[in-house]
């Protein structure tokens, strides 16, 4: 199947939506509550992963995170009234994407809640996401709300948030692209692996760390030295400010974004704007279980984090982080063919994100709904599992399905 | 060529010498004076890379580095009066090695250097091993000696030894193994690359460099941040430590120690004891040069840091650390398959050093001198590259010279 009717006009236009990816310069630059960094953002609205439903279809630990996200907000005194509030509209739910946003799992973002600003200085786009919740089992994007959760939400916004804005602005912004370069070469493919990432942000900080008051340096270097996950979420932030550049390229059969909600699968294509082209959720390829689960365990709760995979990262650079088959299954070898199978459906390669695994070769970057429809096989996603119950309980990788590419492709062809 | 009469014999006894290397537990409990750390030190001394040579054997960059050692030192007032107590005995060169030491390229380490002091939890034996000079291209081990190496390494004595000393004491020590096992999953095979296992040292200092009065917070950070490389000498003080456990294992054909000085390459075996078998100089396999330096330029000034591949790390690692093609020459592939060599000729697997990119497999760990002589193979080592004008020009990976270990496979079977 052709998309246009003649393929150089649709190659040209892939070329000029991934120069815009290619071109990016993602800095975080401030640290903010959710209401004053997201355009369109109100006090009553929660942000949620995945292209936007109704409030009666969100079920299970995403439907649990809602309400949570309410009573943790202050609008609602417990779940039966933050219920009733979703119910009547008084309280509105709708999807991280359009508010400049992308949502880890269930991608709980409310008014109160710190999001990292990382703004593509080529460009001056913005891309933004809340902060990592931290590594015990109990988070509210997983689905649990209680008041050890809550508290720890609160600690985030009242402690650490400042914190961390006064340390990224007295740096002067933290450039974030040379950090996700090197960080490639050091075991992470920044989405399911950001070890080494996360310690040089931290070097990269050091300086205007060190220029808190000790008590204060304290409590930020312990904050981002707790687990290997801190630089997760200014990945995302920044994956989401470099894809929607390519948005709206004309002809483009370029993804711009995947996400997932607990019900459904969806993506955004450049030559068609910002609609959502849905489809059924994904499946599960590979996954592994912290002990005591087991696959029966697994719920999908929704997920924006595959922004990253929409850039030439996460599975599509996973070649580069090998030690994660003992954190999502697999092995060395079916890690570096499903990396080497990108390939076949994207539309680049990434000059700056390079896989030495490959000879250094770029990643695979611009995935091409044309591609996908034409060769059936779509984008694999490293993502972590969550329970029914909530909480991580693993890691896994995913196979996005192919209708939702297949749809794009021929709506593109049809209006070209 | 077999090696004991009875096969099985010397199995059992390169089992017990890989047993004591795999139980090691490093610890980097201190950074002293050379003087007060060393066993035998004396203030007339200066210990240098290699199976000791007489003074007059020494030449070139190492010899002009031993030179500029005894005036630091303020041995003697220049360059003439020391080669003048050289020449008498007054001043005398010996070996690191045989200083629980280990010493980089040239390997100066003189009475008032800081040495990093590495013990191994397991069996009390310690490795030890000067500071990093940093990125300057005029460094004493790379045979440069001026005013500006000369306040360096003072400022290495006075301002950084002190503060990173108080750092170690205050956080109990620092257990080396786990952050080596985490690094070698994070691209660095901790010899030609230790970007990760430096930050990873930062994060596990972090809470006590954070107790430090800011202003000598600021100055340890930056010196600990200044590059990739400060992991190198903890790397190297850790792996004499736990190769010096193996030596003397009667009947092991193990390989406890590989140094080169300007002239030769030796080695020392488990059953040999302390005794240095020596043989040319290794051959250069790979290499890479920075800008404006070619092949022509390179000078072996010696080298112990080799010492990391006695215990299954560097070369033997490499597969890890596929990053370095840019840094030392070869492929991905190439680099694949030469540590793939590496299990040909070693008496065992490290549980601990991991490869993902072998499924996790050990490391290829105890170089088996029999197993070298019978198949020709020599161990791979990975080096920097030093230049006949002085300073690093680059890094390649090493050959050694097959001689030595014939020679020693051949002593062993004698003594059976």
Redesign the interface.
Known sequence: MTVSENPADTRCSNDRALQRLYTADPVLVDVRPAIEALPGMTRDTVLVSGPPLPWSEYTGGQRRAILGGVVHEGLAADSDEAELLLSRGVVRVDGCHDFGCVGSVAGITTASMPVLVVEDAESGHRGHCTLFEGETRGRLNYGVFDPAVDANLRYLAEVIRPLLAAVVRASGGIPLKPIME?AL????ELHSRT??SS??F??QI??AL??LP?AD??VL??YL?AGDYFFLRPAMAASKSMADRMSGVRGSTVVTAMAFSCKEFGIRVAGLGNRWIRGPLPNVETSHFFPGFTRDDIEVMGGESVITEVCGLGAFAQANA??L??YHGG??DSMIDRNLQMYEITAGEHPSFTL?????RGSPAGIDVAKVAETGITPAMNVALAAKSGGQIGAGSFRAPLAPFARAAELLAASS
Chains 1, 2 share one sequence.
Do not use: E
């Open positions: 090197r070469r050091q075991g992470d070890a080494a310690l040089l931290l070097r050091a300086p060190l220029d000790p340096a304290r270097m312990a030295t090998l030690s088959q003992a092995s060395a030495p695994v490959f000879g250094y």
